[in-house]
């Protein structure tokens, strides 16, 4: 049984965690966050038994679940049902003094979750995130920064606050559904345009490392979590810098690893590309400690 459960922690813990944030969200709001988050649970619990059997199927299973869960938030809440889920809305949403689903996701998503599963959401449910890993390239310049520039991120995520409640002040997207609609399309066209513009000055996910407000939040909590990317047998290594190379935030995982530490960078966003490409199975996603 000792077995078992280690050997399902993960899918266990996703099902379990995420089903009681659906209840919790659910007695404070509706039947319908529960669904939401349970499904988060459930599809996150299904994809990871699977490959736990079938390895070769993880990258696969994370990008369908992170298309099908992003896809959702954008196109039925955000687009469809008009809730979006960018950073901006919360604060349209409080100068209105109401609380809606941006809100509670950004509490959950970028607070609350971080302590457990790291940055995971970035990697299995943004959409976002999605488009520019499938779009961007670590080829598209020569020397990209191996770290964000932190002033740049915390101004940004400053500018995010304070335009919002000054848009608010005089007409507040969060009362008028036909300018929240044009607020939100128009929102996520500048996303994706100033991300895969930045991607050929900063490379593979600029907009990710340099600008995310999420990553900006939740990254402060992520390096606390309880399941993180894990060296297990370090002394294993070759060096070969495969780790560090398949890593979409441009981490040094390989210097990590050579020092016998878990990967918690704040920009590590658990896609475990790092995992995969390691030849010597060095790398786990586990709460274990690295050896």
Not at 136 to 145: A, G, L, Q, V, Y
Not at 212 to 238: R, Y
Request: hydrophobic share 50%.
């Amino acid at each position: 049984m000792k077995k078992l459960l280690n050997k399902y922690s993960i899918p266990l813990a996703a099902l379990i965690i995420f089903t009681i944030v659906g209840l919790i969200v659910m007695w404070y709001r509706d039947i319908r966050y529960f669904y939401l988050f349970a499904g988060m649970g459930l599809m996150e619990f299904s994809t990871r038994v699977i490959v736990i059997h079938y390895p070769q199927t993880k990258q696969f299973f994370r990008l369908s679940v992170q298309f099908i869960i992003g896809g959702f938030l954008l196109f039925w809440l955000s687009i469809f049902i008009g809730v979006n889920f960018q950073f901006p809305q919360v604060f349209f949403d409080l100068s209105s003094g109401v609380v809606t689903g941006a809100l509670i996701q950004t509490l959950v998503a970028r607070v609350a979750l971080p302590f457990i599963f790291g940055n995971a959401f970035c990697s299995r449910a943004c959409w976002t995130g999605f488009f520019f890993e499938i779009t961007n390239s670590k080829k598209n310049i020569s020397k990209p920064p191996k770290q964000r520039i932190e002033w740049l991120a915390w101004a940004y995520l400053l500018a995010l606050v304070i335009v919002p409640f000054a848009i608010a002040g005089f007409h507040n997207p969060a009362e008028d559904e036909g300018l929240r609609r044009m607020w939100i399309v128009g929102e996520n066209l500048f996303i994706v345009s100033v991300g895969f513009a930045l991607t050929f000055i900063s490379g593979s996910r600029s907009y990710c490392r340099m600008l995310c407000p999420f990553i900006t939040v939740s990254g402060l909590f992520s390096k606390f979590a309880l399941f993180k990317i894990t060296p297990i047998a370090s002394d294993s290594c070759t060096s070969c810098n495969k780790c560090t190379t398949a890593c979409p935030m441009l981490i040094d995982v390989k210097e990590l690893v050579a020092n016998t530490e878990k990967v918690s960078h704040k920009l590590c966003i658990v896609c475990e590309r790092c995992v995969d490409s390691c030849p010597e199975d060095i790398l786990k996603y586990t709460y274990k400690k690295a050896k």
